[in-house]
């Protein structure tokens, strides 16, 4: 695998102030999380201060847990609260009460280069599924009912501004059935979503 600036970066001993800060945050939208053990690879991946997200706020759950970077699980929970769960309760009529998630960390290259994925540095959710309040389920797929397609494409537009990568159905074959967010470091903040 091809390395990133990020895989040879040195991995401080004491949490950084922005980790710290990162966590406090999270825990004011109630989400629930551990601290994990560091992930690095002799490939390139690397992972210094993960956490084990149990809980995206006190009412919306992620299953199973995920192993990821702090930043992306803040930004996974603020858009639950704020895009995922308005536009199931517009869409529906229900409460969102649960994520389920497809890859969160996980060391490889992105599919079909040499590249390291963000997945290689807990950067990125692959999403597979939204569960609602009255039992609705709402899978991500190439051809979904009506209803659900009209969720679907509301959350993917929206994920493209608080995430630097959004790709879904139709972007390849290789996300035909989850919807993959990361906070790839683009130049000058820009984004990619497709």
């Known amino acids: 695998m091809l390395p990133d ?14 980790e710290m800060a990162c966590r406090a945050r999270l825990k004011t939208l109630g989400a629930e999380f551990e601290d994990a053990a560091p992930q690095a690879s002799k490939d390139g991946c690397a992972l210094p201060f993960p956490i084990k997200l149990e809980r995206l706020s006190k009412t919306v759950d992620i299953e199973p ?36 998630q497809a890859s969160a960390y996980v060391c ?3 599919n079909g280069t ?11 959710l692959d999403i597979a599924r939204f569960t609602l309040s009255k039992g609705t389920t709402i899978d991500v797929e190439p051809a979904p009912p009506e209803k659900a397609a009209k969720f679907l494409a509301a959350v993917r537009k929206a994920a493209c501004g608080p995430f630097k990568t959004v790709l879904g159905p139709g972007s390849d074959a290789d996300h035909d059935r989850h ?15 497709q």
């Open 5 to 18: 600036i990020r895989s040879h970066a040195e991995s401080p001993e004491v949490m950084p102030p922005e």
């Open 65 to 100: 847990d995920a192993t990821i970077n702090c930043a992306a699980a803040e930004a996974s929970a603020r858009f639950a609260e704020s895009v995922v769960a308005p536009t199931a309760k517009a869409t529906f009529g229900e409460e969102l009460t649960m994520i389920s």
């Open 108 to 110: 490889r290259p992105r």
């Open 114 to 124: 040499r590249k390291l994925s963000e997945h290689a540095f807990g950067n990125a």
């Open 179 to 193: 919807l993959h967010l990361d906070l790839a470091p683009r130049r000058n903040g820009g984004t990619f979503c």
